[in-house]
């Protein structure tokens, strides 16, 4: 035969879904205990006083008050003061 099948575009050309990272709430900005302040994968920040850091890396309040950032030995920290 002469011809040659369809090159197949459809069978690469995938894309995965967007994991909507970043910061949700910024400096100043007031939360609610729950809130998520930063998605991120790996430890781009570090959860200081007031937030802790889930399974994925999702730094999130565990007090009410404003989101603060801060810098202590090189590490940005994020934390809740209220």
Same mark, same amino acid.
């Given at each position: 035969?002469? *011809?040659?099948k369809?090159?197949? @575009?459809?069978?690469?050309n995938r894309? @995965?879904?967007s994991?909507?990272?970043?910061? &949700? *709430?910024y400096g100043g900005?007031?939360?609610? @205990?729950g #809130? !998520?302040i !930063?998605?991120q994968?790996? #430890?781009h920040?570090f959860?200081?006083s007031?937030?802790?850091?889930?399974?994925?890396?999702? !730094?999130?309040? !565990?007090? @009410?008050?404003?989101?603060?950032?801060?810098? &202590? &030995?090189?590490r940005r920290?994020?934390e809740? *003061?209220g």
């Open positions: 035969m002469a *011809h040659t369809a090159g197949g @575009s459809t069978k690469t894309d @995965s879904v994991k909507r990272l970043g910061v &949700k *709430h900005e007031v939360v609610e @205990s #809130n !998520i !930063i998605r994968k790996g #430890n920040f959860p200081g007031g937030t802790k850091q889930g399974d994925d890396f999702t !730094i999130y309040a !565990i007090a @009410s008050g404003k989101v603060e950032f801060a810098k &202590k &030995k090189g920290l994020v809740v *003061h």
